[in-house]
T-cell receptor, first 117, second 114 residues
Framework: NAGVMQNPRHLVRRRGQEARLRCSPM?????VYWYRQLPEEGLKFMVY????????ESGMPKERFSAEFPKEGPSILRIQQVVRGDSAAYFC???????????????FGQGTRLTVV | TQLLEQSPQFLSIQEGENLTVYCNSS?????LQWYRQEPGEGPVLLVT?????EVKKLKRLTFQFGDARKDSSLHITAAQPGDTGLYLC??????????????FGQGTTLQVKP
């Protein structure tokens, strides 16, 4: 049973370009969470999605960031017109249901490390 | 706003020593989880505690959830170089609107020298 798969592992973008980060949840999981981690810091919640729905985007910056989880295919975190401050590691976690995430813990992907030059 | 404060932020010790990492909040959490993260990798779950006062042991690691479910500690006995890494605590919300979102502490970077 494959774990949470994220790609790419590393992504370099120039200022002003777009970054697309992909997350394929564990098989049978329909809930996806995105977190951002700055160097030597903990993870900050960004957004929680179910298939075709955004449930909680309270951690998403108001501009340039968007996320989706279509009926088919991976979840996508999209950052438009990237700036240097967007450089960070972005992690995805999945769960079969929301409450399960806190009952037994979350299973994270290996992350995408975005570098904006 | 729920916050988790971890202490210490950095810890460098010799192999064989014992250590304790603390995770504190003014908020109540329905569960508290501990993760370990290696450089360049995602966090890996170590344990989840859900009951106030609960103690769980994982080999040389002992985890405790405070009676009021606002704090937790991680104690490592006879630390080894393989324990080196970033340790993160994370709180899960409770109540009828539990969305599964986790609140993370800022982490404790542990270095165990041989």
């Amino acid at each position: 049973n494959a774990g949470v798969m994220q790609n790419p592992r590393h992504l370099v973008r120039r200022r002003g370009q777009e970054a697309r980060l992909r997350c394929s949840p564990m098989k049978g999981h329909s809930h996806v969470y995105w977190y951002r981690q700055l160097p030597e810091e903990g993870l900050k919640f960004m957004v929680y999605l179910q298939k075709e729905n955004i449930i909680d985007e309270s951690g998403m910056p108001k501009e340039r960031f968007s996320a989706e989880f279509p009926k088919e295919g991976p979840s996508i975190l999209r950052i438009q017109q990237v700036v240097r401050g967007d450089s960070a590691a972005y992690f995805c976690a999945s769960s079969p249901r929301a409450q399960k995430n806190t009952e037994v813990g979350a299973f994270f992907g290996q992350g995408t490390r975005l570098t904006v030059v | 706003t729920q916050l988790l404060e971890q202490s210490p932020q950095f810890l460098s010790i010799q192999e064989g020593e014992n250590l304790t990492v603390y995770c504190n909040s003014s908020s109540v959490f329905s569960s508290l989880q501990w993760y370990r993260q290696e450089p360049g990798e995602g966090p890996v779950l170590l344990v989840t505690v859900v009951t106030g006062g609960e103690v769980k042991k994982l080999k040389r690691l002992t985890f405790q959830f405070g009676d009021a479910r606002k704090d937790s500690s991680l104690h490592i006995t006879a630390a080894q170089p393989g324990d080196t890494g970033l340790y993160l605590c994370a709180g899960g919300g409770g109540g009828s609107s539990n969305t599964g979102k986790l609140i993370f502490g800022q982490g404790t970077t542990l270095q165990v020298k041989p």
